[in-house]
């Protein structure tokens, strides 16, 4: 079946460091999501790539989706706080099944 | 804030308990997906509900049966769970207008004892 990796699993940054996550799927897909779940919380949308080598940005936050549409990263440019929680990409390969990365948890501190 | 309501938020219950999962949206989509995660894992897809019928099975266990009674409520009915069935349960559908993201409820943390 559909496998997606990410890594790293955990990392901790100091306050106004960056941050990257990476995202790999064992197949083609048509598109792929990225979700932010706090402590406690439950995840939340934050953006879809659909075409090959797309870039898009929101605020500190810029999303890339592989020339071949099997991976994607996440970059933080100088992390806050607010930024702390699980950052998992999600991948559609049909209009009906999403399937999440392994997920990464970032930590930042003071 | 979410437009997916779950209720309960916590549930605990015996193995021999019979209870049910409660998801209501108001997003307007016709499809609509229950999903369990376990602690520090992530999201993992169980059923999926098109226009009230049912169109994926994950090969869920017969322990959890869902239910679409209509276009807003979606239901887990539970009975004979296991300790391992203890997880966070999440009820999602789709985001309205240009996107195939997920808005999903706030989740019923689900303890088997």
């Known amino acids: 079946g559909q496998q997606v990796m990410q890594i790293p699993q955990y990392q901790h940054v100091q306050e106004g460091e960056d941050f990257t996550t990476y995202c790999n799927s064992s197949?083609?897909?048509?598109?792929i999501q990225w979700y932010k779940q706090r402590p406690g919380g439950h995840p939340v949308f934050l953006i879809q790539?659909?075409?090959?080598?797309e870039v898009k940005k929101q605020k500190r936050l810029t999303f890339q989706f592989g020339e071949a549409k099997k991976n994607s990263s996440l970059h933080i440019t100088a992390t806050q706080t607010t930024d702390v929680g699980t950052y998992f990409c999600?991948?559609?390969?049909?209009?009906?099944?999403?399937?999440f990365g392994t997920g990464t948890r970032l930590q930042v501190t003071l | 804030d979410t437009e997916v309501t779950q209720t309960p938020k916590h549930l605990v219950m015996g193995m021999t308990n019979k209870k049910s999962l409660k998801c209501e949206q108001h997003?307007?989509?016709?499809?609509m997906y229950w999903y369990k995660q376990k602690a520090k894992k992530p999201p993992e897809l169980m059923f999926v509900?098109?226009?009230?019928?049912?169109?994926i099975n994950e090969s869920v266990p017969s322990r959890f049966s869902p239910e679409c009674p209509n276009s807003s409520l979606l239901n887990l009915h539970l009975h004979a769970l296991q300790p391992e069935d203890s997880a966070l349960y999440l009820c999602?559908?789709?985001?309205?207008?240009?996107?195939?993201?997920?808005?999903f409820g706030s989740g019923t943390r689900l303890t088997v004892v």
């Open positions: 999600a991948g559609q390969r049909t209009a009906s099944k999403l399937t």
């Open positions: 197949t083609t897909l048509s598109n």
């Open positions: 790539l659909v075409k090959s080598g």
């Open positions: 997003m307007g989509h016709r499809a």
């Open positions: 509900y098109s226009y009230e019928k049912l169109s």
């Open positions: 999602a559908t789709k985001i309205p207008g240009g996107t195939d993201g997920y808005t």
